[in-house]
Antibody
């Protein structure tokens, strides 16, 4: 069974950092691009970042560029999102999701998604 | 950025009856390869989004055939031929032609 399990969420103060992890299983992790998508309360789903199978192509939403860093460990079947300089507007459920291709630039859909991890940025 | 809109935002349905959700994009999602880069997701209560339809009309693995996707360019429709109780949740459309953006969601609930 293909499975994605996020962890690392929690309550953090504005300006601080947090790193999310996503453990993948049930498929050949290094065949696929991976993504982070977030869902803030009362707001639309927002694509946050994507990374190609070999980390050769990486992209970020403008809202997080310069503050968030996506990375992956293919040997450990894991995806990461390092979040620095967190703002209250970063409060959201964060989902990792598998793309359908090797390069995130060529991805056409996301499937499956993990169950999500909640990040709350508040003083 | 491509902006996605959906209507209605709330849809009360009767089990056994059909239902339809509209999704519109601010730019055409038709690629020169002939595919529309438009996907549909269902987020059931307490769960993460699950893929229903990709590239405009192809059902994802395991999705019942009562779900169908249609449309091209900027106008798309998700239809449920006969709604079942397990179909409640929020339906999102998502474009993948230029980066990735999502519609606001349509909440489907039983009358």
């Amino acid at each position: 069974e293909v499975q994605l399990v996020e962890s690392g969420g929690g309550l953090v103060q504005p300006g601080r950092s947090l790193t999310l992890s996503c453990a993948a299983s049930g498929f050949t992790f290094n065949d696929y691009a991976m993504h982070w998508v977030r869902q803030a309360p009362g707001k639309d789903l927002e694509w946050v970042s994507g990374i190609s199978w070999n980390s050769g192509n990486i992209g970020y939403a403008d809202s997080v560029k310069g503050r968030f860093t996506i990375s992956r460990d293919n040997a450990g079947n894991s995806l990461f999102l390092q979040m620095n300089s967190l703002k209250t507007e970063d409060t959201a459920f964060y989902y990792c999701a598998r793309g359908d291709a090797g390069s995130y630039l060529g991805d056409n859909w996301f499937d499956p998604w993990g169950q999500g991890t909640l990040v709350t940025v508040s003083s | 950025d491509i902006v996605m809109t959906q209507s209605p935002l709330s849809l009360p349905v009767t089990p056994g009856e059909p239902a339809s959700i509209s999704c519109r994009s601010s730019q055409s999602l038709l690629h020169n390869n002939g595919y529309n880069y438009l996907n549909w997701y269902l987020q059931k209560p307490g769960q993460s989004p699950q893929l229903l339809i990709y590239l405009g009309f192809t059902r994802a693995s395991g999705v019942p055939d009562r779900f169908s996707g249609s449309g091209s360019g900027t106008d798309f429709t998700l239809k449920i031929s006969r709604v079942e109780a397990e179909d409640v949740g929020v339906y999102f459309c998502m474009q993948a032609l230029q980066s990735f953006t999502f519609g606001p969601g349509t909440k489907v609930e039983i009358k």
